[in-house]
């Protein structure tokens, strides 16, 4: 998933899991450009859901957690940004 010039927020695909406890982890700053303040969200679910759903409900990522989701999505919002280089997260 990448944040581009201008972008105030991105949203990952929804992802299948295959089941059980995961440790969900978000890798920020991957590819080491970009700068700027962002929020991290995720949701998950054990049913599937579409990637611009209302539910579930999305909990603010601050540390590894370890879920029960077998479907799970990654949301970036930009507070601020002082790059015009893209920036990128993902999921794993």
């Not at 992802?15 to 406890?21: F, I, L, M």
Request: proline share 4%.
């Amino acid at each position: 998933m990448a944040l581009r010039q201008g972008d105030t927020a991105a949203l990952s695909p929804v992802a299948n899991t295959g089941g059980g406890v995961h440790c969900i982890s978000v890798d920020t700053d991957r590819y080491e450009v970009g700068k700027g303040e962002y929020t991290i969200y995720i949701r998950g679910s054990l049913t599937a859901f579409g990637a611009l759903d209302p539910t579930p409900a999305w909990e603010e990522y601050i540390k590894p957690v370890n879920k029960n989701w077998v479907f799970i999505q990654v949301k970036v919002e930009i507070l601020s940004s002082s790059s015009s280089s893209s920036s990128s997260s993902s999921a794993s």
